[in-house]
């Protein structure tokens, strides 16, 4: 079994930046698809960002210009790095990885909380 280990949360306040790592167990992980998802209570988990096996990046246009995703394949690491934090990023951020998209190759860090206060 897959495990993903996140790391880096914590309160900051608006304005500042925070980093977020995730660590895979997945030896194979460069073959895989990377992301950071996040959720609020009462809210569905939705995207952050994403960056697939061949280094292509996305990202929600809520974050788009103030975060950014990275691939290390070496240390089967994927990290988020945010900036110009806002009240509303505030939420617990997932890390996934995924092969092919394929459900059964899908993975699930533990979370990570972010609060930002204003």
């Known amino acids: 079994q897959v495990q993903l280990v996140e790391s880096g949360g914590g309160l900051v306040q608006a304005g500042e930046s925070l980093r977020l790592s995730c660590a895979a167990s997945?030896?194979?992980?460069?073959?895989?698809?990377a992301g950071w998802y996040r959720q609020t209570p009462g809210l569905q988990r939705e995207l952050v960002a994403t960056?697939?096996?061949?280094?292509?990046?996305n990202y929600a246009d809520s974050v788009r210009g103030r975060f950014f995703i990275a691939r290390d394949n070496a240390k089967n690491t994927v990290s988020l790095h945010m900036s110009n934090l806002q009240p509303e990023d505030t939420a617990v951020y997932y890390c996934?990885?995924?092969?092919?998209?394929?459900?059964?190759?899908?993975?699930w860090g533990q979370g990570t909380q972010v609060t930002v206060s204003s």
């Open positions: 996934q990885i995924n092969l092919d998209r394929r459900v059964e190759y899908t993975y």
């Open positions: 997945e030896t194979n992980f460069s073959a895989y698809n």
């Open positions: 960056i697939s096996h061949t280094g292509y990046v």
